[in-house]
């Protein structure tokens, strides 16, 4: 992973496959993956994909891809919860 500061100040992310989760304060997870032409972000236990301007839903994943869980911690892997 490549961190940089942006024009404005903000975090620019490179290279990141392996993925990031972003939690609030309230437990709320947004987690993002890189992959190859796109993204795939997990959100409310739902999971799309961002590819040439457009964002649909996967159907049949649980929210927890690679090998992080519903509970957002790398390693947790159990989606039923």
Do not use: C, Q
């Not at 790398?74 to 919860?81: E, I, L, S, T, Y």
Request: proline fraction near 1%.
């Amino acid at each position: 992973m490549i961190i940089e500061i942006g024009e404005f100040g903000e975090m620019v992310l490179k290279d990141v496959f392996g993925g990031i989760v972003m939690e609030t304060p309230d437990g709320e997870y947004l987690r993002v993956w890189m992959r190859d032409g796109g993204y795939e972000i997990s959100y409310g236990g739902r999971v799309y994909t961002l590819r040439d301007n457009n964002v649909e839903e996967l159907t049949g994943h649980s929210g927890a891809l690679v090998d992080v869980g519903m509970s957002g911690k790398v390693g947790d892997n159990d989606a039923d919860n």
